[in-house]
């Protein structure tokens, strides 16, 4: 039998090519973050593209259905790698990412800070999002990440409402 290089995660092809973002967390160094700025430019790109009504929903469908997938992807890998929480496991940013953009008018400077801010809870890991790192396997993995794009978001659009942010 051969080894599959896609498959030196471990696990069904499938979950490693969620789990690693189509191998975007293979990439160094820090492959949270390009995960983070991966997730940026392409909701960037399909935003342009869709009907500013739909923005919305569609941001907040793809991060619930990047989260649904996410989490059993990153079970499935992080058994596989015998780790708890593996560095090259990125899905969890794409959905605390997405969270982070939620709403957010199409402009550099928001997608930047939406960008910045989400990096920044994701490393620092505010309470309760640190804590849910503690929770099984895939769950923990995205979950905390998932926190810290709702505090993200929720940053960004106090920043939005006060216009501190355009």
Do not use: C, H
Not at 14 to 36: E, K, V
Not at 86 to 112: C, M, N
Not at 151 to 160: N, R, S
């Amino acid at each position: 039998m051969t080894s599959n290089p896609d498959r030196s995660a471990g696990g069904p092809l499938w979950a490693t090519l969620i789990a690693t973002f189509f191998g975007i967390g293979r990439l160094r160094p820090g492959p949270g973050t390009w995960g983070s700025a991966a997730t940026v430019l392409l909701w960037t790109a399909l935003a342009y593209k869709l009907n500013p009504g739909l923005r919305t929903p569609i941001a907040f469908g793809l991060a619930a259905m990047v989260t649904l997938i996410g989490i059993p992807a990153a079970t499935l890998v992080a058994r596989a790698a015998a780790t708890k929480d593996p560095q090259f496991v990125v899905i969890d940013e794409v959905a605390g990412q997405l969270i982070a953009l939620i709403a957010v008018p199409l402009a550099w400077k928001t997608f930047l800070v939406g960008f910045i801010l989400f990096r920044i809870f994701d490393i620092l890991k505010p309470p309760p999002v640190r804590q849910l790192e503690r929770l099984p396997e895939g769950t923990g993995i995205v979950l905390d990440d998932v926190a810290a794009g709702i505090y993200a978001f929720a940053v960004m659009q106090l920043l939005l409402y006060s216009g501190l942010l355009r």
